[in-house]
């Protein structure tokens, strides 16, 4: 099947962490070699669009070297006369945050064969007064369409408000809800706290009702099936959704898999680069190529060629026959099997695939009783040339902390992001030295020191203070208002302007919240009238085509509506016509790997 | 005159510093503003191309912010569907510092209607291995087109050879040499050491011969006229250039003066935002509008409309027949008067100028004998509102100081660059110390520091160790080859391709060396024999167009020649025919300024 016709084709890719390394002569390349794979499977698989879901970057603010061959790698493969055969038919000024207000593709000065969707990461987030992430650069040059940017504010738990970017391909609707990373313990918060997170639905006359739109949410976060802990639980996601993309996690479970009750399917790509040697890592990694038609889909996972292999094994060492634990010999000499066969395994796999061989990454987890010592780059020493950092080999752990081993898979996330770790130190620091401030949250302090060690943003601090600053005015205004009790002597200053702006977005919030028991479709007369009135100063939805983008391109936020919390309870959604999986639509294609 | 025709319509402006005090609520926006009019300047003047002459950006590596902001602004004036309607002719790839090796309205997925040429400066310098620059990421995004960027390597005095970018409109030619800021005194040893600087002439086979092109030079580093330190003198530049575009200094020299015996002018456009409160810095800013047409030019100097004003004056407090040293009151009395006459022209100038009023910049150094003190802030208080940084207006000396105030014009580049003293003291450092560095030269080291602490890049060190290494083993391998007596055994690596074209372009240059007596019009047999075998290997030059474009893309040194060193004597410069300022093409027009 080719491009045009009614199915959708998405090539969907996460975590390219793209300046992984730089530094590293030869391990400095392989997250643009993987990228740029990436990108020619999409023009070979001749798809619509690319959708990236977080840390296309591995900082916010990466090198002058790595965001050239970022930009080198886009403009080779999305810039060409291709034509692109869906459109985006929402409001793109509210769902694609640039200033240009629309998706790459319509602007008539560029030749854009291939857009880029793409939410920003925890690595990419956007910071700073202006609210800026590097995604943000790419988008101003044309590159990217970022979405899913959120601004959450200083106070409290904050509040989102979700718009989708619906893409129409013929008579195929696909609603995209994107929602960059937001720290995991405040999006809990949000998801547990009624009316934090506001899904907003687009409605369009004489088009197909939403209810046979596909519905799919692009999210960057920890994932936890049960556990608990700061990471976000599937169960916390809206049910109107039919599908999820998981970013974030980097193991690959790219296979769609159903969340009994919640009528939607995950899939989580994985990372497209090993950023840390551990067992989750070692899995072969994917792109997933995804074909939408109507209300079914199907997936086909590709195996990305590019990747350095590594191969991981854990060996307890008081478990080896071969092995005595008092002998020093023994244990090299076991462990030495284990790496070579590990080595052989992975030119097997690299032979095989036909791609051009990497040093492989190498490492071996060995539980010992604390007995005997092994050093590490010593034995590393034999792979030199033969394993990509010889000296990292060798993990090793005693047996007590063994029995963790089982819940590692769950816990990798931790793994990766030692951030938190340094914010609780901070937060600790606080504590113990009984200090109270006075002026700034310790919340916003933390993120601001987090903003500027991590993300090297010289400006964090200015923005913490300076958002409090204004929040604080706001407050301020705010009372003022209220004890007028009429707005009209609202200043039309900036800052009256957008108080403005807020106060008319918590009143369409406010009416949505009001109509929270009634579905959009609902027949009271006094709900429907309502909307129907709202419905005209709404503009009629363009049928396609670029020449009526510049009418859709003023941000209308009457055209969108909180999608009915009605949905969302369970009874619905199991009434609701079920996404179809592998449906009449064709069978789920699976390429194999090779073991 | 439009657009068409054989006349060549240049706007030249330099030294934006594109993030300049961006943290500054109120003149953060100062250098997006004036770019922004600079490049509106040069679509309302219809203008072929926008030339700049360093230091575009204020930083090497910009926040995200200032990115975003220098995109959005290019994108919003250069991309559109006016046809550009010259040719570059020469060489692209040796003359454009950039991966796609071609200018850039000559890629077919973009519609650049203006296009951008700029040289980095002393802030937006390329650093690091990759030897990249701010200015790179702007032309990986097709924004800019760089020139002028070298490769110094690390040891000796290094060695340049810089291939002009050849335009041709209609009948006329341009050889446009760019010559990114090197450090001062490093560029000065290399303009005294012969063979050391290397100014390529491409050759076009029946085109205008290369006598009647007119040759421009854009640069960016101090100037003096006379003086000595470490500045540039314009004595030392190539006598067969026609003008001089000098970068760098911040005092607006925009009519093109002629230098006597070099038989060139020059024109020093000056920045367009002040970045230090000094005298020169008070001069009206503008931008130049230059037009060529075959070997002659007029100039029109356009002022800036959106540069904060700044007003600037000099008072002796001893010299004031109002004022009684020892009585403050009166000191106070005078020095408000001073002040409120500065803030009355400032206004009158912004009024009748029309431009959207900013409030002004003040600064009154004041000359004092040392017996009353002032309090410069609570001074500014009563200026809040009515002056910029109102806290910043005085500025106290010494009376014994004054005698230098007369040469400040001379120094001012010092006051724009604190980096120097740094790296004084950190060569005082190490000589204090009595430490012998064995490993990397002093002055490495000191570059890397000054990269690491001023351009914020956190490879430096990793960058200049590289490259010591790199120069250490290719010298080690020049001297194994020496011994072979045959470059044949030379192993086809990386670095032995490298060597091999650095070798290659030294026999060229060694032709041209030994060829320095003879120009290359000379009729002496072999000579000339020898430069049209050379020219049966080179491919005609393309009759403009960009369908010969891909052909032309390719580095052939064999089309360069070095500029004959005849010419370089004064007494050829005499008889050549000399560029015609202001000739039957025109007279010049100058708008004149407000006073």
Redesign the interface.
Known sequence: EEKGGNSLRVLVATDCHLGYL??DEVRGFDSFDTFEEICSLAVKNKVDFLLLCGNLFHE??P???T??KA??IL?RYC???CPVQFQVISDQAASLQN??CQVNYE??????GLPVFTIHGDQDYP????N???N??LT????LNYFGKTDLGCTGVGKVTVYPVVIRKGETYIAMYGLGNIKDGRLKRMLHEPGAVNWMQPEFQDETPSSDWFNILVLHQKRTRGSPGDAISELLLPRFVDMVIWGHEHECLIDPQEVPGMGFHITQPGSSIATSLINTEANPKHALFLEIKGREYRTTKIPLQSVRPFEYAEVVLEDQVDVDPGDEASIHEHLHKVVSNLIDKSREEASSSGSKPKLPLVRIKVHHTGLSTINSKQFGQHYVGKVETPQDILLLTKSGQRLQTMQESCNISEDLCPNELNQQTVEALIADSNIKPQVLPIDDFNSALHEFVEGD???AF?ACVQQNIEEAILQEKKSLTRERTSSENLQTDALGVFEKQKRSTTTEEQRALDSDDEPIESSDPEESGGSQQAGKKRRAAPGGGSAAAGARRKTDLAAFQRVPVKEDDAATARKRRPPVAAGRYGAVIRRRMPK
């Open positions: 730089e530094k916010n603010k090198s002058n070297s965001l050239v930009i080198e403009r810039m060409n006369d200033r240009f602007d008539p000065n560029y030749k854009i910071t700073g007064t202006d800026l992430s590097v943000d650069i101003a040059g044309n590159f943003d010289k400006r200015h």
